[in-house]
Structures are given as structure tokens and as C-alpha cells.
């Protein structure tokens, strides 16, 4: 997995690309606590350009998800296409985190 993090107007964008499994935890729980530490007051996750996640993946979103909202943060997920986007709505993960069209 890489991600990138930009911050624009109170907004922070969390970029991934690759794979998001297991194997990234220790890296994406301090991609969780960089973002959640940036000023803005909404975070958006674009998952646009990840090929691949698995169900560990699902449950790191959820970390995110937690660090920024223990932050004061909303968050919302820009979910993409293809078999990533399959993926999160097959698991109804819009019920957990609003998708951002």
C-alpha cells in the first residue's frame, strides 16, 4: 500500500493505492494517526486507485475511521470502482462510512 495525505479548505485526503491487507497495519496506524492529527475537520479516504482489499482492509478503514473521529473529524469514503468497490458494497460498508460520490 501507498497513500498520500493533502489537506485543502479544512479537507484532508487519504490517497491509497495498491493493496490494502493485513500486512499494511503497522504502516496505515500511522497513516491513521498523521491524518487524524492534520487540522482540517473532514477526512476523505480515496479509494479510487486501490486495486485490492481484503477484509483485514475493511477493518483498518475502520481504525481511520476512529483515530479521526476521535479527532473531532467526519469521514466519508470515495469508493471508485471495480472490484474495491465491489468489495464495500457487498459488506454494506456505506452503513459504517457514508460513501462520497
Known sequence: MDHSITENNGVIQVKLTGELTLNDEEKFRSLSLEASEQSGSKCVIDLSALEFLDSAGLGLLLVLKEFCED????????PGGGEVREILDISEFSSLIPYEE
Open 71 to 78: 479527532a473531532s473529524k467526519t469521514v466519508s469514503i470515495r
